[in-house]
C-alpha cells in the first residue's frame, strides 16, 4: 500500500515535469521562429528580397539602396508593428477570457473594439476640429474603449453573484452595437473623405508604419503587459469565480482593476493605431491553451510569441496574396482565423473548455 | 488553539432578513455540524463567516490563531474580528468547500489543488520540491493521488468534490468550512470524508464546520451539532443530545428511531416516513 501511494506521487510529478518541460519547448521553438519569421515576411511581398540580402540591410550594409529603403523603412517597422499587435491582442483575451470566465470573451464582444471604433471616428469627424494633434486619434480611441469595457462590466456585475456571463454577453452586445450605431451615425452626418477615412481606419491596416509608431505603441502595451503579467497566478484562481477567488485569498477589485486596465491598454493602444483587427484574440488564446493547457503561467509567454508569428504570417500574406492589391488584415484574420479555430474546436473540443 | 466566535450575527438579502443575530463559539478539535431544512439559512451563516457576504452586521470574530498567517507583525487584539483582515491572511484562516463551484478551463487535479497554496507560497517558489510534496500529501489525504494528471473537466461530481476539498486543505486552514461535502460522494466516500475530517481535526490546530442535510453521518461524526430554523438556532449542543426523535420530527417532519448502537459506538438515525397532518 506504501509502495502505491510513493509510485503515484512519483508519477504525479513526473507528468508534471513532462508537461512543464513541454511548454518549454514549445516556448523555445516560438522563440526561435518569431526571429525568423520576422526574416521571412520583411523579405516576402511585391518585390522579393533573399533572405540574406535582408540580413544585410538589417546590418547596415545593403546589396542595393532599395534594399535599404524596404527592409528599414517600409517593410521592417510594419511586420514589427504586425507582432506587437499580435501579441498584445492575444495576450488581452487571453485575460478577459480568465477575468469573465467565458470562452467568448475578447475585445470585439465586449465592445471594446467598437468603442475603439467610435472614439477614432469621433475624432476624425469631429474631435480634429476642435483640437488637432497626431495623437488625437490614439488618445480618443483609447478613452472611449476603456469607457466601454467598464460599462459592460459594471452592466454585467451584481453585488452577490459576481460577474454574470450571459448578462456579461449581452451587455456586451448591447453596448457593442450602440456604439456601431453611434459610429453609423457619425459617418451619415460626415462628407465623403471623412467617411472614407473613418471606413479606412475601422477595415485594420498595418500601411504605413514607422519606427516611431512602433515605438509609442510599445509604451501601453508594455504596461499593459506587465500589469496582466503580474497577475498570471490570479487569473489561474479567477477562473473558479470570483468569490472563490476571494475564498483563496484573491484580492479580487484590485485584480479585476489591473486586469481589465491592462486588457484596455494593449487592445486600444494598438487598434488606435492600425484600426479593428478581429479574431487574433479570440483564437490564439484558445489554440495555445489547447496545446499547453490553461496554466496561464506557462500560456502567457507562448500566447505572445504565438500571436505575434500569426499576426505578422496573415499580414505577409494580406499584402502579397493578390499584388498589386493589398487586402485589409482584419478581414484575413477573420476568413483564415475562423476556419483554423473551427477546426480547433472540432478536433480539441475538450481541452478548451468546460464541456 | 483557535476558536471562532459569532455574535450577534445578522444578515439580509436585500429587504428579506435571512439570519436573526446568531451566537456560537467552536473551538480547536471540533466538528460541528450544522443541520437545518432549506432555506434555514445554514450556507449563509458558512458565507457570513468567510465574509463572501460582507454586509453582515455583528461579529465574527477568531482567537488564538498561530501568528503566520499575517502578512506582517502587528498587534492584535483578543478576538479579532474576521473583517479585519486582508484577504490573504483571511484565507490562511479559513478555507471554504462550496457546494456549487466550477473551473472554467480544463486545469489539471494537481494545478487545481496548487491554487490553494496562492496565499502561502510565493509566485516563484509555487513550483519547487517543497510546495509539490505538500500539494501531493493533500492529494494523496483526500484520495485522488491516481487522477493528480487529469483534467478537472473528466471529472465526476464526486471526484471533483474530493478536488475542492484537497485544495482546502492546501491552504492549511485552522477554520475549515464545509458546504453538503458528502453531497454526490457515494456512501463509500462518504464515510472516508468524515474519516478525514476526524482525522485532521485529531491532529489539532483546526475546526471543522459543516453544512449537512445527512442526520446519520451528523449523528457519528460532530462533536456538536447546531440546528437552524428560519435564521435562528434553535439547538446547539453535543450530537447525542441534540439530534433525538422529537427534534427531528419538529424540524424535518420526520418520524425516527434514533437509538444508542454499541457496534457504530455513537447514535444511529434511522428515518422511517413522513409525518402527515
Known amino acids: 500500500m506504501g509502495n502505491d501511494v510513493a509510485s503515484a506521487r512519483e508519477s504525479a510529478k513526473t507528468e508534471e515535469t513532462r508537461r512543464r518541460r513541454r511548454a518549454r519547448v514549445i516556448l523555445a521553438a516560438l522563440l526561435a521562429s518569431v526571429v525568423l519569421v520576422y526574416l521571412v515576411c520583411v523579405s516576402l511581398g511585391s518585390s522579393q528580397i533573399p533572405l540574406g540580402r535582408v540580413w544585410d540591410a538589417i546590418l547596415g550594409n545593403p546589396y542595393i539602396w532599395s534594399d535599404d529603403l524596404i527592409v528599414n523603412t517600409l517593410r521592417g517597422p510594419r511586420v514589427l508593428a504586425a507582432a506587437i499587435i499580435g501579441a498584445a491582442l492575444s495576450l488581452g483575451g487571453m485575460a478577459m477570457q480568465a477575468l469573465f470566465r467565458n470562452p467568448m470573451a475578447s475585445p470585439s464582444v465586449l465592445g471594446i473594439s467598437s468603442g475603439s471604433s467610435f472614439g477614432a471616428a469621433f475624432y476624425i469627424a469631429i474631435g480634429a476640429g476642435i483640437w488637432l494633434s497626431s495623437w488625437g486619434t490614439v488618445i480618443c480611441s483609447f478613452a472611449c474603449a476603456l469607457a466601454v469595457l467598464l460599462l459592460v462590466y459594471m452592466l454585467a456585475y451584481s453585488k452577490h453573484g459576481g460577474t454574470q456571463t450571459t448578462v456579461l454577453l449581452l451587455a456586451g452586445m448591447a453596448v457593442s452595437a450602440l456604439f456601431s450605431g453611434l459610429t453609423s451615425m457619425i459617418e451619415f452626418f460626415s462628407d465623403a473623405d471623412t467617411v472614407q477615412s473613418i471606413v479606412f481606419w475601422m477595415l485594420g491596416s498595418f500601411d504605413g508604419m514607422s519606427w516611431n509608431d512602433d515605438l509609442t505603441m510599445l509604451v501601453p502595451v508594455i504596461a499593459g503587459s506587465i500589469l496582466i503579467c503580474l497577475n498570471l497566478r490570479e487569473l489561474n484562481l479567477l477562473t473558479a469565480g470570483e468569490a472563490k477567488a476571494r475564498n483563496l485569498g484573491v484580492n479580487v477589485p484590485r485584480v479585476r482593476l489591473m486586469l481589465l486596465i491592462g486588457s484596455a491598454l494593449l487592445v486600444a493602444g494598438t487598434v488606435a493605431f492600425c484600426g479593428v483587427i478581429g479574431f487574433v484574440g479570440l483564437i490564439i488564446p484558445h489554440a495555445f491553451r489547447s496545446i499547453v493547457g490553461p496554466e496561464h503561467k506557462r500560456l502567457a509567454p507562448i500566447c505572445i510569441l504565438g500571436g505575434a508569428i500569426f499576426l505578422m504570417i496573415i499580414d505577409t500574406f494580406a499584402r502579397s496574396a493578390l499584388p498589386p492589391y493589398e487586402l485589409p488584415v482584419g478581414t484575413v484574420t477573420s476568413v483564415i482565423g475562423a476556419p483554423f479555430f473551427l477546426w480547433i474546436l472540432r478536433s480539441r473540443k475538450n481541452m478548451l473548455w468546460r464541456t | ?277
Open chain 2, 1 to 277: 488553539m483557535v476558536r471562532l466566535k459569532v455574535e450577534d450575527l445578522k444578515f439580509s438579502h436585500g429587504k428579506k432578513p435571512i439570519l436573526h443575530g446568531l451566537d456560537v463559539e467552536i473551538r480547536d478539535g471540533e466538528v460541528i455540524g450544522i443541520l437545518g431544512q432549506n432555506g434555514s439559512g445554514k450556507t449563509t451563516l458558512l458565507n457570513c463567516i468567510n465574509t463572501t457576504y460582507r454586509q453582515s452586521k455583528g461579529s465574527v470574530a477568531v482567537a488564538d490563531f498561530s501568528a503566520d498567517v499575517l502578512d506582517s507583525p502587528r498587534e492584535l487584539e483578543d478576538m479579532m474580528d474576521i473583517r479585519s483582515f486582508t484577504d490573504t491572511e483571511r484565507s490562511r484562516i479559513i478555507a471554504t468547500v462550496e457546494q456549487n463551484s466550477f473551473m472554467s478551463f480544463p486545469f489539471t487535479v494537481m494545478d487545481t489543488v496548487r491554487m490553494g497554496r496562492y496565499s502561502r507560497a510565493g509566485i516563484l517558489d509555487e513550483s519547487d520540491e517543497e510546495e509539490t510534496e505538500k500539494v501531493l500529501s493533500c492529494l494523496e489525504e483526500t484520495g485522488i493521488l491516481d487522477f493528480a494528471s487529469r483534467n478537472v473537466s473528466e471529472l465526476s461530481g464526486g471526484e471533483w468534490r474530493r478536488v475542492m476539498i484537497a485544495q482546502a486543505l492546501a491552504q492549511e486552514p485552522e477554520v475549515l468550512l464545509l458546504d453538503e461535502p458528502t453531497l454526490h460522494l457515494d456512501i463509500n466516500h462518504q464515510f472516508e470524508l468524515m474519516d478525514l475530517c476526524r482525522r485532521i481535526v485529531a491532529r489539532g490546530g483546526i475546526l471543522v464546520a459543516i453544512v449537512t442535510h445527512d442526520l446519520q453521518l451528523a449523528a457519528r461524526y460532530c462533536d456538536r451539532v447546531i440546528v437552524m430554523r428560519e435564521g435562528e438556532i434553535i439547538a446547539n449542543g453535543p450530537a447525542k443530545e441534540v439530534i433525538t426523535e422529537d427534534m427531528i420530527a419538529e424540524v424535518f417532519g420526520m418520524r425516527s428511531r434514533v437509538a444508542w448502537d454499541d457496534e457504530i459506538g455513537g447514535m444511529s438515525v434511522f428515518l422511517i416516513d413522513r409525518i402527515y397532518n
